[in-house]
């Protein structure tokens, strides 16, 4: 059975720093396209940052500069580094894996970024 398991959201205030982790079980970050997604309430889940198998990062217009997206494979673990937090940024943050049709989700993490 696949989990993929998001920790680390909670309340910060604008300006400051969060990074969230994603670990999985079931199978091996390092064979997947990974990535992190937010929805915000009232809109579309948006990808935020994308992490290839091959290693090559994408990021969203919208974050691009202040999000890193990596890996661990030792600990099979995804990971957000999130700076100068803005309260848009605001959301539930999911994991996710894909591989062809195998497509996995995390139960979402909640980031609230006060003004």
């Known amino acids: 059975q696949v989990q993929l398991v998001e920790s680390g959201g909670g309340l910060v205030q604008a300006g400051g720093s969060l990074r969230l982790s994603c670990a999985a079980s079931?199978?091996?970050?390092?064979?997947?396209?990974i990535g992190w997604y937010r929805q915000a309430p009232g809109k579309q889940r948006e990808l935020v940052a994308g992490?290839?198998?091959?290693?090559?990062?994408n990021y969203a217009d919208s974050v691009k500069g202040r999000v890193t997206i990596s890996r661990d494979n030792a600990k099979n673990t995804l990971y957000l580094q999130v700076n100068s937090l803005k309260p848009e940024d605001t959301a539930v943050y999911y994991c996710?894996?894909?591989?062809?049709?195998?497509?996995?989700w995390g139960q979402g993490t909640q980031v609230t970024v006060s003004s």
């Open positions: 996710n894996a894909a591989l062809f049709s195998r497509v996995f």
């Open positions: 079931g199978i091996t970050f390092s064979s997947y396209n």
């Open positions: 992490l290839s198998r091959g290693g090559s990062t």
